[in-house]
């Protein structure tokens, strides 16, 4: 089907304004919403992963990509949820307390929500309460925690300790980045894993869920 | 050339300062404390941490200005007036410079995005303007733009400087793509150049990054795309943690041999960045002195 191919260039061109229209049309035509998101928008996030792992793709061809999957998964989700489906997974993600860098946070939470996520921003300097009030009241599966500076890194060690203290840390995986962090902090405070950026932090999002 | 960076070149290459953020935590600013308020509320011990370059030998030392824009300061809800910690941020290291090295004056990013629509263009170009303004009235001797990832906001900004008159260095950080050797929106060595000179800039160069060793080809590839003087101040390495301490891996020694490295690739101005200490500065003026 050619609009399939289209919506498949749309999303991987990152035109936002196309991806709408076509899925407008295909829905209108009766294409199936889960086979849409499955055949052709996931393989165009693929493909614009594999661009960037492979220095074809920067940071502002991710960002427009999952600008563009978002268009066209708003007119999507409703359509899903009505059939009673879940999204693939519901995120809490912020930036640690102390921090007010959000440019790393926001590109995970926007490559996220384009891989078909539910994203819970909670913004920026957010206390370890916080984060674990909104992952219990949203039923998050997946707590995602920011930080560019050396010297706030140290508040995802506080995220951790009061996850274990409230119980939670059953209910949800962790996965952290930001400039500073490394696999092996992550190791050393107990996080499920860590991301040196946005777009692998999908694919990692996607394990720690599977596993 | 501009006049400024002729004489300045005259006798060899110049050395800078190193980072301030990690010096003012020594002297009790706390962490994810806003540096630049310590402007008014602690001027003696920023400073103290101009002194300390000084001493250690920077021929330029930097203000304490770096996040004084007023979309980075909003982030903080302090109510801080822009302009008057700007003033104040150049007042300080004329002071601590006495005639011994010379200002130029930092601007950092804002700290938002203007892809994702996080800011505006006007926004930002109003930002700069008025934190350009500010620095340019306090008498400094240049304008540094750094620690830039975005060329179109390192644009915004480079126009708000080189509408105060005084000179302008504009650095980037490139630390992206596999080879570490783009910004973060993708941007080449050789694009950042052409894009740079094309805007005005008076010198251009590298800033943070992944540590010295990849800055050297970094900048030999600036140097063949510009006669410009080129700008270049690596960080220490990426930290690590270490017994729950935070320290950076490169030495001042190391980082030392990595400065005339840089010379050797074309290199005017060199210092350093996150991690890099008074200690660093003695250790690169004595690695370049004998060049002199």
């Not at chain 1, 790393?104 to 490559?111: D, P, R, T």
């Not at chain 2, 300080?92 to 938002?112: D, L, Q, Y």
């Not at chain 2, 980037?172 to 910004?183: L, P």
């Amino acid at each position: 089907m050619p609009t399939i191919q289209t919506l498949y260039d749309a999303i991987l061109n990152g035109n936002a304004k196309a991806a709408k229209e076509i899925t407008q049309t295909s829905l209108a035509a009766g294409a199936n919403p889960q086979a849409l998101v499955d055949d052709t928008m996931i393989p165009a996030m693929n493909e614009v992963g594999r661009r960037y792992e492979a220095n074809e793709y920067f940071v502002p061809e991710l960002l427009i990509a999952a600008r563009a999957m978002k268009a066209s998964l708003e007119l999507i989700r409703p359509l899903l949820s009505a059939r009673g489906a879940e999204p693939v997974g519901r995120v809490v993600i912020g930036t640690v307390q102390g921090d007010l860098h959000d440019i790393g946070k926001n590109l995970v939470g926007a490559m996220l929500e384009g891989a078909g996520f539910e994203v819970i921003d909670l913004g920026v300097d957010v206390s370890p309460e916080k984060f674990i009030n909104a992952a219990r009241e949203k039923k998050a599966t997946l707590v995602a925690l920011s930080a560019l500076l050396t010297t706030t890194m140290h508040s995802m060690k506080a995220v951790m300790e009061k996850l274990k203290e409230s119980g939670m840390r059953g209910n949800v995986k962790v996965m952290i980045g930001g400039a500073p962090v490394t696999q092996k902090y992550a190791d050393e405070i107990g996080a499920d894993g860590y991301s040196s950026n946005a777009n692998a932090a999908v694919a990692l999002a996607r394990k720690l869920l599977a596993a | 050339m501009h006049p400024l960076f002729t004489s300045l070149l005259a006798q060899g290459p110049v050395v800078t300062d190193g980072a301030w953020g990690t010096e003012l935590q020594k002297l009790g600013l706390r962490p994810g404390e806003h540096p630049d308020l310590w402007n008014l509320s602690h001027p003696d011990r920023v400073g103290e941490v101009a002194s300390r370059y000084v001493e250690a030998g920077s021929a330029v030392i930097l203000t304490n200005t770096f996040r004084s824009n007023r979309i980075a300061l909003a982030a903080h809800g302090e109510g801080a007036d822009p302009a008057a910690l700007n003033a104040a941020g150049v007042r300080i290291s004329r002071k601590a410079a006495a005639g011994r090295a010379r200002v130029f004056a930092s601007v950092g990013p804002s700290g938002k995005m203007l892809m994702s629509e996080e800011v505006t263009e006007a926004e930002l170009a109003a930002a700069f303007a008025e934190q350009c303004r500010a620095l340019a009235e306090a008498g400094p001797d240049a304008l540094l733009i750094e620690t830039m990832s975005d060329l179109e906001e390192t644009r915004i900004a480079l126009r708000a400087a080189r509408a105060t008159g005084l000179p302008v260095v504009v650095s980037m950080v490139f630390d992206s793509g596999k080879e570490r050797d783009r910004t973060m929106m993708g941007s080449t060595p050789e694009q950042v150049a052409v894009a740079l000179v094309e805007a005005g800039a008076d010198a251009i160069g590298a800033n943070c990054g992944l540590g010295i060793e990849g800055y050297i080809p970094v900048c030999a590839r600036l140097r063949k795309s510009t006669s410009l003087p080129l700008w270049i101040k690596p960080n220490a390495g990426m930290p690590e943690m270490e017994e729950g301490r935070i320290t950076y891996r490169t030495t001042p020694a190391e980082f030392a041999a990595g400065s005339r490295d840089l010379l050797k690739a074309g290199a005017d101005f060199i210092g350093g960045c996150c991690g890099t200490t008074p200690e660093f500065i003695r250790a690169v003026s004595a690695a370049l002195h004998p060049v002199h």
